[in-house]
């Protein structure tokens, strides 16, 4: 799943940094993601996943690291 999140990234995330380098706990918005750039990654990752982030998850911190977005797709994918 953090390779399909890391491709993501690299399409849609606008980093000032090469993704492959970042670690999974590396903060995406210092490395450069702007909140325009987080609502593009939001919706591939929707795409991708298939699936649907609630009101309660559009927050900052839930984008802010590639283990952040992996622990909240884990739990949107357990409620289906």
Request: glycine share 4%; proline share 1%; charged share 30%.
């Amino acid at each position: 799943m953090s390779d399909q999140i890391r491709a993501i990234l690299k399409e849609h995330g606008r980093l000032a940094v090469d993704v492959a380098t970042l670690a999974d706990d590396s903060d995406l918005y210092q490395a450069g993601m702007t909140s325009h750039a987080s609502v593009n990654v939001m919706l591939a990752l929707e795409g991708t996943f298939d699936l649907e982030f609630p009101d309660r998850m559009l927050r900052r911190d839930v984008f802010e690291s590639i283990s952040e977005i992996r622990n909240a797709i884990d739990e949107l994918s357990k409620g289906r």
